[in-house]
T-cell receptor, first 112, second 110 residues
Framework: EADIYQTPRYLVIGTGKKITLECSQT?????MYWYQQDPGMELHLIHY???????EKGDLSSESTVSRIRTEHFPLTLESARPSHTSQYLCASRRTGRYGYTFGSGTRLTVV | KNEVEQSPQNLTAQEGEFITINCSYSVGISALHWLQQHPGGGIVSLFMLSSGKKKHGRLIATINIQEKHSSLHITASHPRDSAVYIC????????????FGTGTRLTIIP
């Protein structure tokens, strides 16, 4: 029943590789977010978008980049993966106003 | 200094018990969110509150703006309620940078 989709669900990749984590939502939400979460730790906002062609960095410094060319699509790219990027990445979206968040299932990234 | 503190960090209870999870914060907020994170990592948004009380099924969330405190209650708890419950704050209207607590890990024993 999820209306926000993240792929891949799990990814193991070598150091130095370029990777793109996909996030798509079918709800027409204008706002989208990427969070990073280490095991047992709190969520940290790394990127967000208010709408098409709008992207902002969050509080947690990240070497990743994002783009928002279409409302429904908010991919996150790591140009050169490092072991320190090993984490869970969660995508979320919501509609402007007093609305809650819808989260994707997350991508568990391991960089070896 | 954490802007949001949750208690307890871990809670184990028997099936059927009434559960209370607390969230205290130190900044002015426009809204407070309660999230549920299952063992597989998926997150569900339970409530968004700016005042008063909300109820959804067996879940009740309350907020006291003056005391800067919110509680999440679960009535007639069930093993499927076992999850991490996370409190998140929106500091200002239009500010997208939610601040999250570290979560309360709830385990309900059959």
């Amino acid at each position: 029943e999820a209306d926000i989709y993240q792929t891949p669900r799990y990814l193991v990749i070598g150091t130095g590789k370029k990777i793109t984590l996909e996030c798509s939502q079918t709800m027409g939400h204008d706002k989208m977010y990427w969070y990073q979460q280490d095991p047992g730790m709190e969520l940290h906002l790394i990127h967000y978008s208010y709408g098409v062609n709008s992207t902002e960095k969050g509080d947690l410094s990240s070497e990743s980049t994002v783009s928002r060319i279409r409302t429904e699509h908010f991919p996150l790219t790591l140009e050169s993966a490092r072991p320190s990027h090993t984490s869970q990445y969660l995508c979320a979206s919501r509609r402007t106003g007093r609305y809650g968040y819808t989260f994707g299932s997350g991508t568990r990234l391991t960089v070896v | 200094k954490n802007e949001v503190e949750q208690s307890p960090q871990n809670l184990t209870a028997q099936e059927g018990e009434f559960i209370t999870i607390n969230c205290s914060y130190s900044v002015g907020i426009s809204a407070l969110h309660w999230l549920q994170q299952h063992p597989g990592g998926g997150i569900v948004s339970l409530f968004m509150l700016s005042s008063g009380k909300k109820k959804h099924g067996r879940l009740i969330a309350t907020i006291n703006i003056q005391e800067k405190h919110s509680s999440l209650h679960i009535t007639a708890s069930h093993p499927r309620d076992s999850a991490v419950y996370i409190c998140g704050l929106s500091a200002n209207f239009g500010n997208e940078k939610l601040t999250f607590g570290t979560g309360t890990r709830l385990t309900i024993i059959p």
